[in-house]
C-alpha cells in the first residue's frame, strides 16, 4: 500500500486549501481513509475520518464545520478541503488507511508522508 499526500502550502487565516491523498495498493472503496496533523512540539492529533463503504463522515471537534472530507472511488483519492483556515491549523498533514475509522495513531501501518500546511499572514 502506498499513500501520496498533497497540496499543503502557506496561506492567510481565513483561506481554503485541498489536501489530497492517493492511494495505490488497495481499492479505497473497501477501506476508510482517515486525516490526521502533527504541529510542532504536539503529538499527532485525529482531524477527520471517511468510511469506505457508506462514505460516512466524521470530524474532530476542532474542524467541524471548516473542514470537510471526500473521496473519489475511481481515482482512488480522497479529499480534505479545509476553510476558514486559522494559524492553529498549522501543521504537517497525514493520511492513513484502514479498514475501519479509529482515532488513534496506533491502529494505523499505513501512512502518507505529510504535506505541510501553513497558516500565517
Known amino acids: 500500500v502506498q499513500l501520496q499526500a498533497s497540496g499543503g502550502g502557506l496561506v492567510q487565516p481565513g483561506g481554503s486549501l485541498r489536501l489530497s491523498c492517493a492511494a495505490s495498493?488497495?481499492?479505497?472503496?473497501?477501506?476508510?481513509m482517515t486525516w490526521f496533523r502533527q504541529a510542532p512540539g504536539k503529538d499527532r492529533e485525529w482531524v477527520s475520518c471517511i468510511r469506505g463503504n457508506t462514505g460516512t463522515t466524521y470530524y474532530a471537534d476542532s474542524v467541524k464545520g471548516r473542514f470537510t472530507i471526500s473521496k473519489d472511488n475511481a481515482r482512488n483519492t480522497v479529499y480534505l478541503q479545509m476553510n476558514s483556515l486559522k494559524p492553529d491549523d498549522t501543521a504537517v498533514y497525514y493520511c492513513a488507511v484502514e479498514r475501519a475509522c479509529y482515532r488513534d495513531t496506533d491502529s494505523f501501518d499505513d501512512w502518507g508522508q505529510g504535506t505541510l500546511v501553513t497558516v500565517s499572514s
Open positions: 495498493g488497495l481499492i479505497l472503496e473497501n477501506y476508510a
